[in-house]
C-alpha cells in the first residue's frame, strides 16, 4: 500500500537521490559531456517513473475517498446501532489520515516531477549546444565525427554507399586580412546557409574547423557525390557575399571521397581532405574526388578549340588570315622581285602563315 512506511522511505530516498545527483552532476557538466546522453536519458526514465507513481497515488486517493463515503453510508443506516457506528467511525479517521498523508507525499511527487522535467529539459539544451557551432548554428567537428561513425557502423551492418564532402573557402585568411574578421564570420554564416540549402535533408552539412566544412551523405555513391559536390561549388560561386554593402569573392575547394570496403571513416575523411587539396592545386574553386589511388576532377576541363574545328585558337594567339591575293603578271622583273622580297619580310614578322580551315 502506498501509505506504507516503506513506501514512503522508499520514494523519500528516491527524491533525495535524484535531487542529489542531478545538483552535483549540473555543478560540474563541463567534465561530464561524454555520459550526457545517458544522463539525459536517466532523467528522462525517472521522469516517466515519477509520473507513473503520481498517476497510481492519484487512483489510490480516489479509491480512498470513495471507501470513506461508503462508510458514511453504512453509518447512516445504522443509525440504532452503536457499535457499527462508533467502527465506522473508527475506520473513517483511519482513511483520513491515510488521505492526507498521501496528499502531502503526492504533492512532494508532483515538485519532484516539475523539477525532473526541468532538469531534463536543462541537459538537452546543454547537449544541443555542445554539439552545435555558435558561429554558423551547424552541427560542429564532435558532432559530425559521432554522426560519421554511426553510419559507418550503419554501413558495415548494410553496406550500401556512403560518401563525404570536405570544403575549404579559397584565399579565406586574404579575406579576412583586407575585410576584418567581421566580414570573414559573415562569409562563414551566409556559406553555412546556401549549403544547408544545397543539401538534402538526410545529409549533414557540418563545420570541420576554422573555413573547412564537411558534408556527410548517407546512401550516396560516387556519381551522385560528384553531382552533389558540384551543386554545392556552384551554389557558392553563385551567392552574393557581402558585407557593409561591399562585396566578397568567394568561392570554396571541394574534394569528395566515398567509402571503400576495408576502409574504415577516418580514411574516408583523409582521402577527401587529399582530394580538398588536389583541388586547390589545380587553382581552386572546383571539385576534386578521390578514386582510392589517385585524384581526379569532378568536372573535365574543356579542351581548347583547334584548327580542325574552324574556329581559331585565340587562347595562344594564334590567329588565321586569308591567302594574300596573287601577284600580278605584268610587272617588271625588278618590281616583282621587290614584292616577292617584301611579301616574304611581312610573312616573317607575322609568323609562319596558317593552313586554310
Not at 536519458?41 to 517513473?49: G, W
Amino acid at each position: 500500500m502506498f501509505s506504507s512506511p516503506a513506501f514512503l522511505i522508499t520514494v523519500a530516498l528516491a527524491q533525495f537521490g535524484v535531487g542529489l545527483f542531478f545538483g552535483i552532476w549540473w555543478s560540474r557538466r563541463a567534465a561530464t559531456l561524454a555520459a550526457t546522453p545517458k544522463i539525459a536519458r536517466l532523467a528522462a526514465k525517472l521522469h516517466s517513473l515519477t509520473t507513473s507513481v503520481t498517476d497510481e497515488m492519484g487512483s489510490f486517493r480516489r479509491g480512498m475517498e470513495c471507501s470513506k463515503q461508503e462508510l458514511a453510508e453504512i453509518k447512516a443506516e445504522a443509525a440504532n446501532d452503536a457499535g457499527t457506528r462508533a467502527l465506522a467511525d473508527a475506520i473513517v479517521n483511519v482513511i483520513s489520515e491515510i488521505i492526507e498523508r498521501q496528499t502531502r507525499l503526492q504533492g512532494k511527487l508532483a515538485q519532484a516531477e516539475i523539477t525532473l522535467h526541468e532538469q531534463a529539459a536543462q541537459i538537452e539544451s546543454y547537449l544541443s549546444e555542445a554539439r552545435t557551432d555558435s558561429l554558423t548554428d551547424l552541427p560542429n567537428r564532435r558532432a559530425m565525427d559521432e554522426e560519421l561513425a554511426r553510419r559507418y557502423a550503419q554501413w558495415q551492418r548494410r553496406r550500401g554507399s556512403l560518401s563525404f564532402l570536405l570544403m575549404d573557402v579559397d584565399h579565406f585568411k586574404q579575406l579576412n586580412d583586407e575585410h576584418g574578421h567581421p566580414a570573414g564570420d559573415a562569409v562563414l554564416r551566409k556559406l553555412a546557409e546556401v549549403l544547408k540549402k544545397s543539401a538534402r535533408t538526410m545529409d549533414m552539412v557540418a563545420r570541420y574547423g576554422g573555413e573547412e566544412f564537411g558534408v556527410i551523405m548517407p546512401d550516396t555513391d560516387l556519381m551522385a557525390g560528384k553531382a552533389a559536390a558540384e551543386r554545392m561549388r556552384t551554389a557558392v560561386n553563385a551567392c552574393e557575399f557581402k558585407h557593409q554593402e561591399k562585396r566578397l569573392p568567394v568561392t570554396v575547394s571541394v574534394g569528395l571521397a566515398e567509402l571503400m570496403v576495408g576502409e574504415d571513416h577516418a580514411g574516408l575523411v583523409d582521402r577527401a581532405d587529399t582530394a580538398m587539396y588536389a583541388a586547390k592545386r589545380a587553382g581552386r574553386n572546383r571539385s576534386y574526388f578521390h578514386t582510392g589511388r589517385k585524384c581526379l576532377p569532378v568536372v573535365e576541363p574543356k579542351p581548347l578549340p583547334g584548327p580542325e574545328d574552324g574556329e581559331a585558337e585565340l587562347e595562344i594567339g594564334l590567329v588565321l588570315e586569308p591567302d594574300p591575293p596573287p601577284m600580278p603578271t605584268d610587272l617588271s622583273p625588278e618590281l616583282a622581285g621587290a614584292c616577292s622580297d617584301l611579301r616574304k619580310q611581312a610573312e616573317k614578322v607575322a609568323g609562319e602563315k596558317q593552313p586554310r580551315a
